[in-house]
């Protein structure tokens, strides 16, 4: 009894430490002085002030355009690669998947500055353009890994049966493969939705003229000093990306009720190791979720 | 090759966007401006061993080792305590610990500036008890902090996942052999959790040797580490070569981490990625 009250009271703790600083933003938010620190009441100022701020507009509408189109164009430039590679073998697939690899390996900043001597060689002015480009990239991998094991588990049969029946192939693909692969299709997208709202390191490097997304506000705001509409707007953010993975895990464990499967797909490094299992080290974790 | 039409597009992107990039970097990072054009050289490596720049290689490693250790500390008996029947449902304490991963980095680490200031929360609640205050924003045990805060998810998540599909089996078969707990701990539940502390460990310290977001945000510019070096590189300095350089220097030590942790994970795993 002693024991398990003391292990309940050290993981509380722990959780403490987790959620105080998130909780500290919330609570901040509704506070009624510029200054951090000293509660001066109940207010929703913030709120308010931050939908004209152009600043922060001019961030979110960045970050959410950048976010859709991102991931649209990712998903289907992954779906049809992954298409594509599974028809692939040998050596050819291990070359091809082990680049895909790189830029979920790489540090967030090698990949960031990478990029960067890119568009800057290519004399392409950093900015809108140059941002997406970086966002599809590093995007593409985490879709491809989605759809992959769906790809997996499709009977390959059931395509060449449609071509049988005299399906063109377009059709067979539109009908039998497309309905088949498309939980993982869909959440690769929403996944590569939530990395590219999340990105600060590799957008930081690869954007310029004026074209900033919130993270990378914040970041200057956080420089120049504090404002609180940097809480309320870090509240919402919290509360939209909360329903948004609340959505990915449940279409995830209806896909894989009765597996006993869960996932952590939530966050890029605790995805990236749980999907590159044949790759580093920290593997284990999906295959020992795959049992 | 059937639907090679598929794979086309991607193919190209990929060489534009991840080998021609990675190319660049070993192009600047091995060559210098000379007033004669560009020129093959590896001076900028020799520049990286003075001892200014190994001073802060040695202070990224340092710190990162130091999180690393500590999240081990504080992350290995929560995974423990999580993978076994103290709480009724586990799924939802998981979940609980990967939440707060889910607001932006940066808003979670700029919010321990408010938790830690002179006047900050956690000095007001040490005052009101009349304990001594706590001065540690802009210090290393800050930078130390923010990133056992950032990482410790990480740390607890492969562990957890590896103890809560141990065989309970094995430790009743310990037991019922005479095992005492601790006897059960070290020989059985350790060695068996051992992968998933490998992962964990491969985890933390990969983003905790590359950050320059933390110790900006909660050293105040005072604590440059690796990141720093390189960013100011590109974005100040404007000293590309430098800056590509030190992000190779800083990718081969990511590599050797890693061979490191494959090679503790086990000899049946070896091969992979490089």
């Given at each position: 009894?002693?024991?398990?009250?003391?292990?309940?009271?050290?993981?509380?703790?722990?959780?403490?430490?987790?959620?105080?600083?998130?909780?500290?933003?919330?609570?901040?938010?509704?506070?009624?002085?510029?200054?951090?620190?000293?509660?001066?009441?109940?207010?929703?100022?913030?709120?308010?002030?931050?939908?004209?701020?152009?600043?922060?507009?001019?961030?979110?509408?960045?970050?959410?355009?950048?976010?859709?189109?991102?991931?649209?164009?990712?998903?289907?430039?992954?779906?049809?690669?992954?298409?594509?590679?599974?028809?692939?073998?040998?050596?050819?697939?291990?070359?091809?998947m082990n680049i895909t690899y790189l830029p979920v390996l790489n540090p967030d900043i090698v990949t960031g500055i990478a990029l960067m001597i890119l568009f800057v060689f290519a004399r392409l002015q950093l900015g809108f353009i140059t941002l997406l480009l970086s966002h599809i990239t590093f995007n593409i991998p985490y879709v491809m890994l989605s759809v992959l094991p769906k790809l997996k588990q499709l009977d390959k049969n059931l395509y060449?049966?449609?071509?049988?029946?005299?399906?063109?192939?377009?059709?067979?693909?539109?009908?039998?493969?497309?309905?088949?692969?498309?939980?993982?299709?869909?959440?690769?997208?929403?996944?590569?939705?939530?990395?590219?709202?999340?990105?600060?390191?590799?957008?930081?490097?690869?954007?310029?003229?004026?074209?900033?997304?919130?993270?990378?506000?914040?970041?200057?705001?956080?420089?120049?000093?504090?404002?609180?509409?940097?809480?309320?707007?870090?509240?919402?953010?919290?509360?939209?990306?909360?329903?948004?993975?609340?959505?990915?895990?449940?279409?995830?464990?209806?896909?894989?009720?009765?597996?006993?499967?869960?996932?952590?797909?939530?966050?890029?490094?605790?995805?990236?190791?749980?999907?590159?299992?044949?790759?580093?080290?920290?593997?284990?974790?999906?295959?020992?979720?795959?049992? | 090759?059937?639907?090679?039409?598929?794979?086309?597009?991607?193919?190209?992107?990929?060489?534009?966007?991840?080998?021609?990039?990675?190319?660049?970097?070993?192009?600047?990072?091995?060559?210098?401006?000379?007033?004669?054009?560009?020129?093959?050289?590896?001076?900028?490596?020799?520049?990286?061993?003075?001892?200014?720049?190994?001073?802060?290689?040695?202070?990224?490693?340092?710190?990162?080792?130091?999180?690393?250790?500590?999240?081990?500390?504080?992350?290995?008996?929560?995974?423990?305590?999580?993978?076994?029947?103290?709480?009724?449902?586990?799924?939802?304490?998981?979940?609980?610990?990967?939440?707060?991963?889910?607001?932006?980095?940066?808003?979670?680490?700029?919010?321990?500036?408010?938790?830690?200031?002179?006047?900050?929360?956690?000095?007001?609640?040490?005052?009101?008890?009349?304990?001594?205050?706590?001065?540690?924003?802009?210090?290393?045990?800050?930078?130390?902090?923010?990133?056992?805060?950032?990482?410790?998810?990480?740390?607890?998540?492969?562990?957890?996942?590896?103890?809560?599909?141990?065989?309970?089996?094995?430790?009743?078969?310990?037991?019922?052999?005479?095992?005492?707990?601790?006897?059960?701990?070290?020989?059985?539940?350790?060695?068996?959790?051992?992968?998933?502390?490998?992962?964990?460990?491969?985890?933390?310290?990969?983003?905790?040797?590359?950050?320059?977001?933390?110790?900006?945000?909660?050293?105040?510019?005072?604590?440059?580490?690796?990141?720093?070096?390189?960013?100011?590189?590109?974005?100040?300095?404007?000293?590309?070569?430098?800056?590509?350089?030190?992000?190779?220097?800083?990718?081969?030590?990511?590599?050797?981490?890693?061979?490191?942790?494959?090679?503790?994970?086990?000899?049946?795993?070896?091969?992979?990625?490089?």
């Open positions: 009894m002693v024991r398990r009250f003391i292990n309940k009271f050290y993981v509380l703790l722990v959780f403490l430490f987790l959620y105080a600083p998130i909780f500290v933003l919330m609570v901040y938010s509704f506070n009624d002085s510029r200054s951090r620190g000293n509660w001066e009441g109940f207010t929703l100022r913030w709120y308010v002030e931050l939908f004209s701020d152009r600043q922060i507009m001019s961030a979110l509408y960045y970050t959410i355009i950048i976010g859709v189109l991102s991931a649209v164009i990712s998903t289907i430039i992954g779906t049809a690669a992954a298409i594509g590679l599974d028809r692939l073998g040998g050596f050819r697939r291990e070359l091809v060449e049966a449609a071509l049988d029946l005299g399906a063109t192939p377009g059709y067979a693909f539109k009908t039998v493969i497309l309905p088949e692969i498309m939980p993982g299709v869909i959440t690769g997208a929403l996944l590569a939705f939530t990395l590219s709202i999340d990105d600060f390191v590799i957008s930081f490097f690869t954007t310029g003229s004026g074209v900033s997304n919130l993270s990378i506000a914040i970041y200057s705001m956080a420089r120049r000093g504090i404002n609180p509409r940097i809480n309320a707007l870090s509240t919402l953010m919290f509360l939209i990306v909360l329903a948004l993975l609340i959505i990915v895990n449940i279409r995830m464990s209806k896909e894989n009720n009765g597996k006993g499967e869960k996932n952590y797909a939530s966050k890029k490094q605790v995805f990236a190791s749980a999907s590159s299992s044949d790759r580093v080290s920290s593997s284990r974790l999906y295959e020992l979720e795959q049992q | 090759m059937k639907r090679n039409w598929a794979l086309t597009p991607y193919l190209i992107w990929m060489i534009i966007f991840i080998v021609v990039p990675l190319a660049l970097v070993v192009y600047y990072g091995i060559t210098v401006n000379t007033d004669s054009g560009v020129a093959f050289s590896l001076s900028n490596f020799k520049r990286f061993a003075e001892p200014i720049y190994l001073r802060v290689l040695w202070r990224s490693i340092k710190l990162a080792i130091i999180s690393t250790i500590i999240c081990l500390i504080i992350g290995y008996p929560v995974a423990m305590i999580l993978a076994g029947n103290s709480f009724k449902h586990k799924n939802v304490m998981v979940m609980l610990l990967v939440v707060p991963m889910w607001m932006n980095f940066l808003l979670r680490t700029y919010a321990w500036l408010t938790l830690l200031e002179k006047n900050g929360i956690i000095n007001s609640i040490l005052g009101k008890f009349g304990l001594p205050m706590l001065n540690i924003l802009y210090t290393e045990s800050a930078v130390i902090l923010g990133m056992v805060y950032n990482f410790l998810p990480f740390m607890i998540l492969p562990i957890y996942s590896v103890m809560s599909k141990m065989d309970y089996s094995l430790i009743e078969a310990a037991e019922d052999l005479g095992a005492n707990s601790l006897i059960v701990f070290r020989r059985v539940i350790f060695p068996l959790s051992l992968p998933g502390v490998v992962s964990g460990i491969t985890m933390v310290f990969m983003p905790a040797v590359t950050t320059f977001v933390i110790s900006r945000l909660l050293g105040g510019g005072q604590f440059t580490l690796i990141g720093n070096l390189i960013e100011q590189q590109f974005l100040y300095v404007g000293d590309w070569n430098f800056g590509s350089t030190m992000s190779l220097i800083m990718m081969v030590i990511i590599l050797i981490s890693m061979l490191f942790m494959n090679k503790a994970d086990g000899p049946e795993r070896s091969g992979g990625l490089w």
